[in-house]
């Protein structure tokens, strides 16, 4: 069998430096003082860092795929490609700019050795009054001649508290349903469909439930009518883990779900017990909630850390290919 390592990580305000070609006029007067004293140097250390992690993912071997979000624009992820060399990957770019207010968008990174990228990627920004974080659809073709569709997520923050903007995340889950039911239509009800993110919310939250549609249920989405998707995180929750951490409580707002065409045991694909993990190495967690590692940013004085990498700890899947 051929072997997928599928990852996700939040890389938490990955943004160019203040004179870049590639930062539109409205960005960077918007975000001037927030980026104060963020440079070259700055930039190169946290790359460093980010790189240091990736590097250490699959026993060594680096991700096939990594889902990453909250990157400024191709240029940023071009430079941590540099850094990644380490691994003789020959891993390639998908990223789609939007208008997210702060400049962070979502990308993939994959191993050109092992998926052949298939026709054009779709975006679609979730606006409040403005655009705010996206979902983005990248198609591949393994080399045993497979579909593999993934989702990239990044829902609406919980800026101004979890229940005010709780609707906005619903929106996006109603949204992300639909957007597979046309999958579904377009090829069948079992194309093979891989959705991960930064959802903001947790896996019992409704946004997630009711609307997403997503469960800890193999059987409900195995033979289910609906869209239905299989939350991986459900096989940790309980544990005390989190990908993220907020006033001592773990949190798990980065997670993996999966289509019926990935967990049928008919079918192309199949996941074995544990196949999702969360990634934590030495130095990325502190404290006694394991709280992940910030680099923060030097305005931010707080939690600005040069010793650090993330808010988010990244999240992984591995699929086997029949």
Not at 55 to 80: H, S, T
Not at 84 to 110: C, E, M, V, W
Not at 155 to 178: A, F, H, V
């Given at each position: 069998?051929?072997?997928?390592?599928?990852?996700?990580?939040?890389?938490?305000?990955?943004?160019?430096?203040?004179?870049?070609?590639?930062?539109?006029?409205?960005?960077?007067?918007?975000?001037?003082?927030?980026?104060?004293?963020?440079?070259?140097?700055?930039?190169?250390?946290?790359?460093?860092?980010?790189?240091?992690?990736?590097?250490?993912?699959?026993?060594?071997?680096?991700?096939?795929?990594?889902?990453?979000?909250?990157?400024?624009?191709?240029?940023?992820?071009?430079?941590?490609?540099?850094?990644?060399?380490?691994?003789?990957?020959?891993?390639?770019?998908?990223?789609?700019?939007?208008?997210?207010?702060?400049?962070?968008?979502?990308?993939?990174?994959?191993?050109?050795?092992?998926?052949?990228?298939?026709?054009?990627?779709?975006?679609?920004?979730?606006?409040?009054?403005?655009?705010t974080r996206d979902i983005l659809q990248a198609?591949?073709?393994?080399?045993?001649?497979?579909?593999?569709?993934?989702?990239?997520?990044?829902?609406?923050?919980?800026?101004?508290?979890?229940?005010?903007?709780?609707?906005?995340?619903?929106?996006?889950?109603?949204?992300?349903?639909?957007?597979?039911?046309?999958?579904?239509?377009?090829?069948?009800?079992?194309?093979?469909?891989?959705?991960?993110?930064?959802?903001?919310?947790?896996?019992?939250?409704?946004?997630?439930?009711?609307?997403?549609?997503?469960?800890?249920?193999?059987?409900?989405?195995?033979?289910?009518?609906?869209?239905?998707?299989?939350?991986?995180?459900?096989?940790?929750?309980?544990?005390?883990?989190?990908?993220?951490?907020?006033?001592?409580?773990?949190?798990?707002?980065?997670?993996?779900?999966?289509?019926?065409?990935?967990?049928?045991?008919?079918?192309?694909?199949?996941?074995?017990?544990?196949?999702?993990?969360?990634?934590?190495?030495?130095?990325?967690?502190?404290?006694?909630?394991?709280?992940?590692?910030?680099?923060?940013?030097?305005?931010?004085?707080?939690?600005?850390?040069?010793?650090?990498?993330?808010?988010?700890?990244?999240?992984?899947?591995?699929?086997?290919?029949?």
């Amino acid at each position: 069998m051929t072997q997928h390592y599928i990852s996700w990580w939040n890389l938490e305000n990955l943004f160019d430096i203040k004179n870049s070609t590639n930062r539109p006029k409205h960005l960077a007067k918007s975000l001037k003082q927030e980026l104060k004293g963020w440079n070259k140097n700055v930039l190169e250390k946290k790359l460093t860092n980010l790189s240091s992690v990736i590097c250490q993912i699959n026993n060594g071997k680096g991700p096939d795929i990594l889902g990453v979000c909250e990157v400024e624009n191709k240029a940023v992820i071009e430079k941590l490609l540099a850094k990644l060399s380490p691994l003789n990957r020959n891993y390639k770019i998908i990223h789609q700019d939007t208008k997210d207010k702060r400049g962070i968008d979502i990308a993939f990174i994959y191993d050109a050795e092992k998926y052949q990228q298939e026709g054009k990627i779709f975006s679609l920004e979730i606006l409040k009054r403005s655009a705010t974080r996206d979902i983005l659809q990248a198609q591949f073709i393994t080399n045993k001649e497979n579909r593999l569709i993934i989702l990239g997520n990044h829902w609406p923050s919980r800026s101004g508290g979890q229940y005010k903007s709780e609707p906005y995340r619903m929106i996006t889950g109603e949204t992300l349903s639909y957007w597979l039911e046309r999958i579904m239509e377009i090829y069948d009800d079992k194309a093979p469909v891989i959705v991960m993110g930064d959802f903001n919310d947790e896996p019992f939250n409704r946004s997630l439930t009711e609307y997403a549609l997503s469960t800890g249920s193999r059987k409900k989405v195995s033979y289910g009518k609906n869209p239905y998707l299989y939350n991986l995180c459900y096989e940790v929750m309980g544990e005390r883990k989190g990908s993220y951490v907020f006033g001592g409580n773990p949190i798990m707002f980065d997670q993996i779900l999966l289509t019926k065409g990935i967990i049928q045991t008919k079918g192309k694909f199949k996941i074995n017990k544990d196949a999702f993990r969360i990634e934590s190495f030495d130095n990325m967690v502190e404290g006694r909630y394991n709280t992940p590692v910030r680099f923060g940013r030097p305005s931010k004085k707080s939690s600005y850390n040069t010793d650090g990498f993330s808010d988010h700890l990244p999240v992984s899947v591995l699929i086997e290919e029949k």
